[in-house]
Nanobody
């Protein structure tokens, strides 16, 4: 299984970016998906999660109201719309697939993409 994340880049504070994650296997359509991020010197944290059918979403408190996770099961893709970006959002962002239909903790994810760097300049 391969997860290919894209869409990262350099953006000014207050700007927006949309990350995309494409899965190589259609069976992941029945799995929960998530976006994680890891800033230098910090642990990898769950930013947003979405259930297999998109019916449940969950966000870290630090991004609530600014980030939106969505998925297109027909395209085996997951997206993270990031608005009102702040310098503290700077990190490498990873998409991941959960073992089950939804994952609310890091240890519930077993497939990982390679990461895409998001840099927010202040």
């Amino acid at each position: 299984v391969q997860l290919q994340a894209s869409g990262g880049g350099l953006v000014q504070a207050g700007g927006s970016l949309r990350l995309s994650c494409a899965a190589s296997r259609r069976t992941l359509s029945n799995n929960g998906m998530g976006w994680f991020r890891q800033a230098p010197g910090k642990e990898r944290e769950l930013v947003a999660a979405i259930s297999w059918n998109g019916g449940i979403t969950n966000y870290a408190d630090s991004v609530k109201g600014r980030f939106t996770i969505s998925r297109d099961r027909t395209k085996h893709a997951v997206y993270l719309q990031m608005d009102s970006l702040k310098s503290e959002d700077t990190a490498v962002y990873y998409c991941a697939a959960a073992r089950g239909v939804f994952g609310s903790h890091r240890d519930q994810y077993n497939y990982w993409g390679q990461g895409t760097l998001v840099t927010v300049s202040s």
